[in-house]
């Protein structure tokens, strides 16, 4: 198995509400990350974290907040989101320092 | 992190070799050249990367200049599903390889049948 999958796929979501995004993988991977992608952009690297710590924060906003629960899952927790948040949020994983595969993204709508 | 500067987009004809150019004049020794691509309505994904020797795998080639301040990612025959934004990435392997992969703007390929 050689997927990484993030549920949901698409979310919409009002500026007072609280969701959550999901990554899953089975490929043993210890490093998982969290990217934002606005249209016709790159992805912006947001967290990193290495056997289940979280090793990097990007300087993201405390209304998103990741958790790993365990070396399959990531989570990122939404709240009090703003209309520039709507963007695609990418989930990736790896062997630690290895090469990232990536999910096919959640689409994230803030109304 | 070191830069990379990439053309905004190219074009080729379907069944012939594709060369996609990177600069990277601040590269460090340690620093490893990666390419990713990401197709239309998909998440990014893994095409070769090497350090200072040409690679190759069943999807690409890598050539990499000697002072290593350039590289050339090769496609050998493209077809319409290689139609993507390919990003040129340098990744650091030494020490302080904190597992960052920084994207830049990348080339947008379209493929022409």
């Known amino acids: 198995d050689t997927e990484v999958t993030q549920t949901p796929k698409h979310l919409v979501m009002g500026m007072t509400n609280k969701k959550s995004l999901k990554c899953e993988q089975h490929?043993?991977?210890?490093?998982m990350y969290w990217y934002k992608q606005k249209a016709k952009k790159p992805p912006e690297l947001m967290f990193v974290?290495?056997?289940?710590?979280?090793?990097i924060n990007e300087s993201v906003p405390s209304r998103f907040s990741p958790e790993c629960p365990n070396s399959s899952l990531l989570n990122l927790h939404l709240h009090a989101l703003q209309p520039e948040d709507s963007a695609l949020y990418l989930c990736?994983?790896?062997?630690?320092?290895?090469?990232?595969?990536f999910g096919s993204g959640t689409q994230l709508s803030v109304l | 992190d070191a830069k990379t500067t990439q053309p905004n987009s190219m074009e080729s004809n379907e069944e012939e070799p594709v060369h996609l150019p990177c600069n990277h004049s601040?590269?460090?020794?340690?620093?490893?050249i990666h390419w990713y691509r990401q197709l239309p309505s998909q998440g990014p994904e893994y095409v070769i990367h090497?350090?200072?020797s040409n690679v190759n795998n069943r999807m690409a080639s890598l050539a990499i200049a000697e002072d290593r301040k350039s590289s050339t990612l090769i496609l050998h025959r493209a077809t319409l599903r290689d139609a993507a934004v390919y990003y040129c990435?340098?990744?650091?392997?030494?020490?302080?390889?904190?597992?960052?992969?920084?994207f830049g703007q990348g080339t947008t390929l379209q493929v022409k049948p």
């Open positions: 990736a994983s790896s062997q630690v320092l290895g090469t990232l595969f």
């Open positions: 601040t590269i460090s020794g340690t620093d490893y």
């Open positions: 990435i340098l990744r650091d392997g030494g020490s302080s390889n904190t597992g960052k992969l920084i």
């Open positions: 490929m043993g991977h210890r490093a």
């Open positions: 974290y290495s056997y289940e710590k979280l090793s």
């Open positions: 090497g350090l200072t």
